[in-house]
């Protein structure tokens, strides 16, 4: 039997993680492409791809993120008629792209890329 004055041991502890000097320099080159149509967008995210790929850039992706979708109900008439109504949506498709310790070379070549009309980029350091 165990008295009052035993303790219990106490559990270890696991020792913290502490960042090493190759993984602070490990740069990403995170770009998020927008659109409204879907074909347009697999082709801009395409052009992007084979333009990191002539430069053999370490590339991770295209992730499909979540379509967003906006929709709105309107009424047909403008006074009277309350039950008959239209319903519009606009779907924004989006997908992600990141670009592992990209060399100066590829981020010019990205920059210098066109891009059909209707695509957004968002191109973050991170």
């Not at 084979?50 to 979708?69: H, K, N, S």
């Not at 779907?91 to 981020?107: A, E, G, T, Y």
């Amino acid at each position: 039997m165990a008295t009052a004055t035993e303790t219990k041991p106490k559990a270890k502890r696991a020792p913290k993680k502490v960042a090493t000097a190759a993984s602070a320099t490990e740069h990403k080159l995170r770009i998020r492409v927008r659109a409204y149509e879907h074909k347009i967008l697999d082709l801009s995210v395409k052009q992007i791809m084979d333009t990191a790929a002539r430069f053999d850039a370490v590339v991770v992706g295209p992730v499909p993120l979540p379509t967003e979708i906006k929709r709105w109900t309107v009424n047909r008439s403008t006074f009277v008629h309350k039950d008959a109504r239209e319903q519009f949506e606009m779907r924004i498709h989006k997908r992600l792209i990141d670009i592992l310790n990209p060399s100066p070379k590829v981020i010019e070549a990205l920059t210098n890329l066109n891009l059909p009309s209707g695509v957004t980029i968002d191109v973050k350091m991170v």
